[in-house]
């Protein structure tokens, strides 16, 4: 991971200090953690990434929070 760009944190995290999720980018992969662990990060494609977040818009995981 040695091409890995700056960690950018998500427009929805606000002004939270430690309570943020962070990604990253490399040549070929998109790197996800958590600002208060960041030591635990979580690697995949950016096409697996896109078809998880079309599918949580699509409200296909509302039924877990139940």
Same mark, same amino acid.
């Given at each position: 991971m040695s091409d890995i760009?700056?960690?950018r944190k998500s427009s929805y995290s606000g002004d @939270? *200090?430690?309570n943020c %999720? $962070? /990604? *990253?980018r490399t /040549? !070929? @992969?998109v790197l996800l953690r958590e &600002? !208060? $662990?960041p030591q635990? %990060?979580?690697t995949t494609t950016p +096409? *697996? /990434? =896109? &078809? /998880? +977040? =079309?599918a949580v818009r699509a409200g296909r995981f509302d039924q877990l929070s139940r």
């Open positions: 760009q700056p960690w @939270a *200090a430690n %999720v $962070e /990604l *990253a /040549l !070929d @992969a &600002s !208060d $662990e635990t %990060v979580i +096409t *697996a /990434l =896109r &078809s /998880l +977040t =079309r």
